[in-house]
């Protein structure tokens, strides 16, 4: 056994194989009701892995997805796990302007609070699309009542990045108050840093280096992040005629993802963000990130036909 005393945080995107973002031969939101779903039964098998370790998790679920399978939230609800947002439309934040995000997460946490009678209070945003150009999103989320924020990443991100000297769970200082934020767990590699503990990465690299990173991570003093996605563990899933590039990172690993879940649930100790946040509130707080000049300076201009319709009505 790694290290079974210091806890790390254990999240789920809950999206399904057609969900990509941003890439050419990808499928679009006028395309995904006449898709094969596969999120419910890869979903049930991260739940069972997940009882089976006897570990909670934080499941951030597209509305989307929570609005055609209700009874798969509520069964993730009745395990015991914390539900965040991952946005209704999964839609990366720069397509959004403050009215379409706002009336996404709104939408979102009040589907998600319906079905499991529980408070939503984390986001995580599609691809962790947030840059310091789009640091106006943290005030909508704090509008929309939710209390923290899974989307930073401090190093390299293919959507996103955001530079901060905080490589751990910290405080975000924004014009509206403030939001809990629990960025991407990274490793230095060539001189920058880059996430090793989820989706690609988390297939891409041996599960010795998941091993030594979160080891290293847990000596700092500072929890890992993992995110896995249904479809990870889903080696049967139909392909997409992506760009090279694009096809290996998505469909790197397959076969071995769901064997690095189990050893990592056996070899470390794990909890859903918001426990870990209430766990550990007295470290956080003094670890303030302000954002405020980025959300004051750099409005958001989307391209007014990128941007996703109101969400869909009950
Ligand atoms: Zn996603």
Not at 31 to 45: A, F, K, M, P, S
Not at 89 to 117: F, M, N, Q
């Amino acid at each position: 056994m790694a290290d079974a005393r210091f806890p790390n945080i254990l999240t789920v995107d809950v999206e399904d194989w057609f969900h990509i973002l941003e890439v050419e031969g990808g499928y679009t939101r006028a395309d995904w009701d006449g898709l094969e779903e596969r999120v419910v039964r890869n979903t049930d098998r991260l739940l069972a892995l997940f009882d089976e370790a006897g570990v909670r998790a934080t499941f951030f679920v597209v509305g989307w997805v929570a609005r055609r399978q209700p009874d798969l939230v509520r069964r993730i609800a009745a395990g015991g796990h914390e539900l965040g947002s991952h946005s209704y439309w999964h839609e990366v934040l720069p397509r959004h302007d403050r009215g379409s995000l706002a009336a996404d997460l709104a939408a979102s946490k009040a589907l998600l609070e319906d079905l499991s009678g529980g408070e939503v209070t984390g986001f995580r945003a599609p691809g962790g699309s947030i840059t310091p150009a789009q640091a106006w999103a943290f005030d909508v989320m704090i509008d929309a009542g939710y209390r923290y924020d899974s989307s930073l990443c401090p190093g390299y991100s293919s959507h996103g990045g955001f530079p901060s000297p905080f490589l751990g769970p910290h405080r975000l200082r924004c014009e509206r108050g403030h939001l809990d934020e629990v960025p991407s767990a990274t490793i230095g590699l060539g001189g920058r840093r880059v996430p090793y503990a989820g989706g690609g990465y988390l297939r891409l690299f041996p599960y010795l280096v998941q091993k030594a990173a979160t080891r290293l991570e847990n000596r700092s003093g500072r929890p890992s992040n993992v995110y896995v996605h249904p479809r990870e563990i889903d080696p049967g899933q139909p392909r997409m005629a992506l760009p090279a590039l694009r096809r290996f990172k998505y469909y790197v690993g397959l076969d071995s993802t769901e064997a690095k879940v189990r050893r990592l649930l056996r070899d470390f100790r794990w909890m859903g963000a918001r426990e870990w946040l209430d766990a550990h509130r007295a470290e956080i707080e003094p670890c303030v990130l302000d954002v405020r000049e980025h959300a004051a300076t750099l409005p958001p201009h989307p391209d007014p036909a990128l941007v996703p319709p109101a969400p869909e009505a009950a």
